[in-house]
């Protein structure tokens, strides 16, 4: 069921409806911390950048999360194809005797 959680992000109130109170204040916090962040870095920026950098540096980590878990699923595959053929060759070999 929906409930209504309110999250402050950026210096302003939301009202929003989830599933998961918990998550969404989590959620909303990284969001903040993340705009804070930028805040500091950036002379007087706007709401409307501010907001647009925030987007931004979100969806890259989570591009590079993405990447990062296609490679490491590429590197299991093969590590696990190559104990595969050890393990059939040491079988034949095996067998062979």
Same mark, same amino acid.
């Given at each position: 069921?929906?409930?209504?959680?309110?999250?402050?992000?950026?210096?302003?109130?939301?009202? &929003?409806?989830?599933?998961? +109170?918990?998550?969404? =204040?989590?959620?909303?916090? *990284?969001? /903040?911390?993340?705009?804070?962040?930028?805040?500091?870095?950036?002379?007087?920026?706007?709401?409307?950048?501010?907001?647009?950098?925030?987007? &931004?540096?979100?969806?890259? +980590?989570?591009?590079? =999360?993405?990447?990062?878990? *296609?490679? /490491?699923?590429?590197?299991?595959?093969?590590?696990?194809?190559?104990?595969?053929?050890?393990?059939?060759?040491?079988?034949?070999?095996?067998?062979?005797?």
């Amino acid at each position: 069921m929906l409930k209504s959680v309110k999250v402050n992000i950026g210096g302003q109130e939301f009202n &929003l409806r989830a599933d998961d +109170e918990e998550k969404v =204040r989590h959620l909303a916090e *990284q969001v /903040d911390v993340k705009m804070q962040h930028l805040r500091h870095k950036i002379q007087n920026p706007s709401t409307a950048a501010l907001t647009v950098l925030t987007a &931004l540096n979100i969806a890259e +980590e989570g591009h590079d =999360r993405m990447q990062q878990q *296609q490679a /490491d699923i590429s590197f299991v595959t093969r590590e696990l194809e190559r104990m595969s053929d050890f393990l059939e060759s040491s079988y034949n070999a095996d067998s062979s005797a």
